[in-house]
């Protein structure tokens, strides 16, 4: 991982109840001393951020949201903009996650439009990135990947782009136990890092975090950990509960 700091990141997606959210961030806050050498963040549900941010406020561990709208403000039914976020102290988003891709129809110019605007508005995306299987057997991983990655860059500014961290989530690895090789993920995380390279330069892409996603659990999280094109995890199921989510961060120091 050289010189980047390990991130291990976790999604909860739409799960728990406020006082089992606020359980689990109690527990995590106690058992993570913020001295190790690992950036953690949670990314609760909306509708938990205020008490998250509040809960962690004397912590290290950061909270992120889960989505975000490409708008300051307006008839946006059901969206909260970046502006909003900043505001109640929330500064990661994810985008594009392949869930919001896949089932609420999120094209590659929504996320263009949502990775451009959070970057205006100063918050810390992390972009998710990821092939479907049958794309995977048609051998079109690289080139999706490429392509999902261009259209979400498109018209960014070059000096924003270490701002963003992106995540490789292969979606037939997402929620099904499949998990990437530590190979097969190292081999798509080269050609994001050289593909931001050719962009920004290889010394600027060295320093951007790129994270792996799918089906990270303890038992799988130090082999792909320690490839040295991923710079982190964003753990979906395995960081609903507090012990598996700090034997991840663990399992990225040593
Ligand atoms: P799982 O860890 O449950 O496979 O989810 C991964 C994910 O989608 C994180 O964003």
């Known amino acids: 991982m050289g010189v980047r700091r390990p991130f291990i990141a976790g999604n909860w997606k739409m799960n728990m109840l ?20 690992v950036d953690i963040a949670v990314f609760p549900p909306a509708i938990y951020l205020r008490d998250a941010v509040k809960l962690l406020s004397n912590s290290t561990i950061q909270v992120g949201a889960q989505n975000v709208c490409w708008e300051r403000n307006g008839a946006f039914t059901g969206e909260i903009s970046p502006a909003m976020l900043k505001d109640m102290g929330v500064h990661l988003a994810i985008i594009g996650h392949s869930e919001r891709r896949t089932i609420f129809l999120e094209d590659d110019a929504m996320i263009n439009r949502k990775l451009r605007h959070a970057l205006d508005e100063g918050l810390m995306p992390v972009l998710c990135i990821g092939e479907t299987l049958s794309e995977r057997n048609a051998g079109k991983t690289e080139a ?9 860059f498109t018209d960014v500014p070059r000096d924003r782009i270490p701002r963003v961290t992106v995540a490789y989530e292969p979606v037939w690895a997402i929620g099904t136990g499949k998990t990437a090789t530590p190979e097969q993920a190292q081999q798509v ?10 962009v920004c330069g290889e010394g600027k892409a060295a320093t951007i975090r790129i994270l792996y996603g799918g089906s990270v659990k303890p038992e799988n999280a130090r082999e792909l950990l320690h490839q040295p094109d991923i710079d982190g995890a964003l753990v979906g199921g395995a960081s609903l509960k507090a012990d598996s989510f700090l034997a991840i961060a663990e399992a990225a120091l040593y």
Do not use: N
């Open 144 to 152: 999706v990947i490429e392509r999902q990655i261009s259209k979400a």
């Open 18 to 37: 406020s006082s089992q959210a606020a359980d689990l961030m109690r527990t995590l806050d106690h058992g993570f001393s913020g001295e190790d050498d």
């Open 189 to 198: 995380h080269r050609v994001i890092r050289e593909w931001l390279g050719t």
